[in-house]
Protein backbone atom coordinates (compact mmCIF):
# COMPACT_ATOMS: atom_id res chain seq x y z
CA UNK A 1 0.00 0.00 0.00
CA UNK A 2 1.33 3.18 -1.09
CA UNK A 3 1.87 6.08 1.99
CA UNK A 4 -0.78 9.11 1.72
CA UNK A 5 0.71 11.85 2.15
CA UNK A 6 -1.89 13.20 4.73
CA UNK A 7 -0.85 10.20 6.88
CA UNK A 8 2.69 10.95 6.19
CA UNK A 9 2.60 14.64 7.11
CA UNK A 10 0.34 13.85 10.26
CA UNK A 11 3.29 11.30 11.56
CA UNK A 12 6.29 13.99 11.00
CA UNK A 13 4.12 16.88 12.48
CA UNK A 14 3.91 14.39 15.53
CA UNK A 15 7.16 13.66 15.67
CA UNK A 16 8.47 17.05 14.91
CA UNK A 17 6.34 18.14 17.91
CA UNK A 18 7.80 15.41 20.34
CA UNK A 19 11.04 16.15 19.25
CA UNK A 20 10.50 20.35 20.12
CA UNK A 21 9.44 19.08 23.37
CA UNK A 22 12.89 17.51 24.19
CA UNK A 23 15.31 19.32 22.28
CA UNK A 24 15.06 22.33 19.26
CA UNK A 25 16.76 22.14 16.21
CA UNK A 26 17.14 17.82 16.04
CA UNK A 27 17.59 17.11 12.46
CA UNK A 28 15.29 13.92 10.60
CA UNK A 29 16.95 11.68 8.47
CA UNK A 30 13.83 9.81 6.71
CA UNK A 31 14.76 6.01 6.35
CA UNK A 32 13.37 4.58 3.12
CA UNK A 33 14.73 1.60 3.15
CA UNK A 34 12.80 -1.04 1.59
CA UNK A 35 9.74 1.45 0.85
CA UNK A 36 8.75 1.58 -2.74
CA UNK A 37 9.82 4.84 -4.50
CA UNK A 38 6.36 6.24 -5.05
CA UNK A 39 6.39 6.10 -0.91
CA UNK A 40 9.73 8.68 -1.41
CA UNK A 41 7.66 10.80 -3.64
CA UNK A 42 5.40 11.61 -0.90
CA UNK A 43 8.80 12.49 1.57
CA UNK A 44 10.36 14.47 -0.40
CA UNK A 45 6.79 16.11 -1.79
CA UNK A 46 6.51 16.89 1.83
CA UNK A 47 10.10 18.85 2.56
CA UNK A 48 11.70 16.14 4.12
CA UNK A 49 15.12 16.03 1.71
CA UNK A 50 17.38 13.64 3.97
CA UNK A 51 16.57 10.10 3.13
CA UNK A 52 18.60 7.37 4.67
CA UNK A 53 18.59 3.95 2.84
CA UNK A 54 21.33 0.89 3.62
CA UNK A 55 21.93 -1.04 0.43
CA UNK A 56 23.35 0.02 -2.39
CA UNK A 57 21.29 -1.69 -5.04
CA UNK A 58 18.33 -0.47 -3.63
CA UNK A 59 19.37 2.89 -3.64
CA UNK A 60 20.77 2.88 -7.02
CA UNK A 61 17.05 1.68 -8.09
CA UNK A 62 15.53 4.52 -6.49
CA UNK A 63 17.93 7.15 -7.50
CA UNK A 64 17.41 6.04 -11.11
CA UNK A 65 13.92 6.09 -10.48
CA UNK A 66 13.15 9.54 -9.38
CA UNK A 67 14.96 10.90 -11.93
CA UNK A 68 16.26 14.25 -12.35
CA UNK A 69 12.74 15.57 -10.66
CA UNK A 70 13.70 15.29 -6.98
CA UNK A 71 17.14 15.75 -5.62
CA UNK A 72 17.02 13.95 -2.27
CA UNK A 73 20.30 14.41 -0.24
CA UNK A 74 21.11 10.50 0.49
CA UNK A 75 22.69 9.08 3.72
CA UNK A 76 24.08 5.88 3.85
CA UNK A 77 23.18 3.41 6.83
CA UNK A 78 24.46 0.00 5.86
CA UNK A 79 27.43 -2.15 6.04
CA UNK A 80 30.42 -0.92 3.97
CA UNK A 81 31.05 -3.56 1.22
CA UNK A 82 34.84 -2.45 0.38
CA UNK A 83 33.26 -3.39 -3.43
CA UNK A 84 30.84 -1.05 -3.27
CA UNK A 85 32.38 2.23 -1.47
CA UNK A 86 33.38 4.10 -4.79
CA UNK A 87 29.07 3.96 -5.87
CA UNK A 88 27.92 4.67 -2.24
CA UNK A 89 30.39 7.62 -2.23
CA UNK A 90 29.32 8.73 -5.59
CA UNK A 91 25.32 8.87 -4.51
CA UNK A 92 25.26 9.99 -1.04
CA UNK A 93 26.14 13.30 1.03
CA UNK A 94 26.42 11.85 4.49
CA UNK A 95 27.67 8.18 5.28
CA UNK A 96 26.85 7.09 9.16
CA UNK A 97 28.18 3.63 9.34
CA UNK A 98 31.73 4.24 9.01
CA UNK A 99 34.02 2.35 11.61
CA UNK A 100 37.30 1.03 9.92
CA UNK A 101 40.36 3.04 8.45
CA UNK A 102 39.98 1.19 5.74
CA UNK A 103 36.88 2.48 4.74
CA UNK A 104 38.48 6.05 5.40
CA UNK A 105 41.23 5.31 3.00
CA UNK A 106 38.82 4.00 0.45
CA UNK A 107 36.56 6.91 0.57
CA UNK A 108 39.70 9.42 0.44
CA UNK A 109 40.65 7.84 -2.47
CA UNK A 110 37.78 8.18 -4.22
CA UNK A 111 37.68 12.20 -3.64
CA UNK A 112 34.56 11.61 -1.44
CA UNK A 113 33.50 15.44 -0.86
CA UNK A 114 30.28 14.54 1.42
CA UNK A 115 30.60 13.94 5.67
CA UNK A 116 31.15 11.16 7.60
CA UNK A 117 29.83 9.77 10.84
CA UNK A 118 32.26 7.67 12.88
CA UNK A 119 29.71 4.57 14.25
CA UNK A 120 30.73 3.84 18.33
CA UNK A 121 29.73 0.40 18.66
CA UNK A 122 26.88 -0.31 21.63
CA UNK A 123 28.55 -1.68 24.81
CA UNK A 124 27.91 -5.97 24.66
CA UNK A 125 26.73 -7.01 21.60
CA UNK A 126 29.48 -9.43 20.97
CA UNK A 127 30.72 -10.72 17.24
CA UNK A 128 28.18 -9.21 15.42
CA UNK A 129 28.05 -6.00 16.66
CA UNK A 130 28.54 -2.92 14.31
CA UNK A 131 30.98 0.24 14.93
CA UNK A 132 34.29 0.98 16.26
CA UNK A 133 35.04 0.63 20.14
CA UNK A 134 34.82 3.80 21.93
CA UNK A 135 38.79 3.74 22.46
CA UNK A 136 39.64 3.18 18.55
CA UNK A 137 37.50 6.66 17.86
CA UNK A 138 39.96 9.40 18.41
CA UNK A 139 42.40 7.49 16.27
CA UNK A 140 40.31 7.21 13.25
CA UNK A 141 39.10 10.70 13.54
CA UNK A 142 42.74 11.93 13.15
CA UNK A 143 43.38 9.33 10.46
CA UNK A 144 40.05 10.76 8.68
CA UNK A 145 41.59 14.74 9.17
CA UNK A 146 45.23 13.33 7.84
CA UNK A 147 43.16 12.31 4.65
CA UNK A 148 40.92 15.34 4.55
CA UNK A 149 37.96 13.42 4.40
CA UNK A 150 35.36 15.32 6.80
CA UNK A 151 34.17 13.92 9.98
CA UNK A 152 30.70 15.53 10.89
CA UNK A 153 30.06 13.45 14.02
CA UNK A 154 29.84 10.18 15.53
CA UNK A 155 26.84 7.57 15.00
CA UNK A 156 25.03 5.12 17.60
CA UNK A 157 22.41 2.52 17.53
CA UNK A 158 21.64 0.97 20.38
CA UNK A 159 21.16 -2.39 20.99
CA UNK A 160 18.14 -3.71 22.66
CA UNK A 161 18.01 -2.49 26.62
CA UNK A 162 16.57 -0.74 29.41
CA UNK A 163 15.76 3.11 28.76
CA UNK A 164 18.39 4.05 31.53
CA UNK A 165 21.34 1.34 29.42
CA UNK A 166 19.75 3.05 26.29
CA UNK A 167 20.15 7.01 27.96
CA UNK A 168 23.67 5.83 29.09
CA UNK A 169 25.08 4.81 25.72
CA UNK A 170 23.81 7.42 23.87
CA UNK A 171 25.37 9.88 26.47
CA UNK A 172 28.80 8.53 26.73
CA UNK A 173 28.74 8.61 22.48
CA UNK A 174 27.49 12.34 22.70
CA UNK A 175 29.85 13.14 25.67
CA UNK A 176 32.73 11.81 23.01
CA UNK A 177 31.65 13.64 20.75
CA UNK A 178 31.86 16.90 22.54
CA UNK A 179 35.55 15.81 23.96
CA UNK A 180 36.81 15.18 20.24
CA UNK A 181 35.40 18.51 19.22
CA UNK A 182 32.37 16.76 16.78
CA UNK A 183 29.15 18.73 16.48
CA UNK A 184 27.14 15.94 14.64
CA UNK A 185 25.64 13.13 17.13
CA UNK A 186 23.38 10.79 14.41
CA UNK A 187 21.70 8.78 17.55
CA UNK A 188 17.94 7.75 17.58
CA UNK A 189 15.55 5.14 15.91
CA UNK A 190 11.68 4.73 15.94
CA UNK A 191 11.77 3.37 19.14
CA UNK A 192 14.23 5.14 20.60
CA UNK A 193 14.85 8.86 19.29
CA UNK A 194 13.34 10.44 22.15
CA UNK A 195 15.78 9.06 24.72
CA UNK A 196 18.57 10.08 22.00
CA UNK A 197 17.40 13.63 21.59
CA UNK A 198 17.19 14.28 25.79
CA UNK A 199 20.92 12.84 25.37
CA UNK A 200 21.85 15.48 22.75
CA UNK A 201 21.20 13.96 18.98
CA UNK A 202 21.59 16.46 16.73
CA UNK A 203 20.37 14.15 13.97
CA UNK A 204 17.64 11.07 14.07
CA UNK A 205 17.21 8.34 11.74
CA UNK A 206 13.82 7.26 11.42
CA UNK A 207 11.44 5.05 9.55
CA UNK A 208 8.73 2.81 11.00
CA UNK A 209 7.90 6.19 12.97
CA UNK A 210 7.29 7.44 10.07
CA UNK A 211 6.48 5.46 7.14
CA UNK A 212 5.35 2.24 9.05
CA UNK A 213 6.21 -1.08 8.96
CA UNK A 214 8.84 -2.24 6.55
CA UNK A 215 7.42 -4.94 4.26
CA UNK A 216 11.05 -7.47 3.99
C1 LIG B 1 16.72 0.88 9.55
C2 LIG B 1 17.58 1.83 10.30
C3 LIG B 1 17.03 2.94 10.96
C4 LIG B 1 15.53 3.21 11.05
O1 LIG B 1 14.93 2.26 11.90
P1 LIG B 1 13.44 2.47 12.49
O2 LIG B 1 13.45 1.69 13.75
O3 LIG B 1 12.50 1.93 11.47
O4 LIG B 1 13.25 3.92 12.72
C5 LIG B 1 17.90 3.83 11.56
N1 LIG B 1 19.23 3.65 11.55
C6 LIG B 1 19.80 2.59 10.94
C7 LIG B 1 21.28 2.44 10.98
C8 LIG B 1 19.00 1.65 10.32
O5 LIG B 1 19.58 0.57 9.74
Known sequence: MVLGAIEFQERLA???AALDRVSAGVRIVCVTKTHP??????VLDAGCVDLGEN???E???KSRLLGVEYAP??????HLQRNKIARIAALCAEIHSVSRSEEIASL?????AGRIYLQVA???GGESR???????IPGLVEHARSLSVDVAGLMAMALPGSDAEVASYFRSVAQLADRLGLAEKSMGMSGDFLIAAAEGATVVRLGTVLLGQRSL
Open 14 to 16: GVV
Open 37 to 42: VEDLRV
Open 55 to 57: YLG
Open 59 to 61: LEE
Open 73 to 78: RWHFLG
Open 108 to 112: ARRGF
Open 122 to 124: APG
Open 130 to 136: SGADAAE
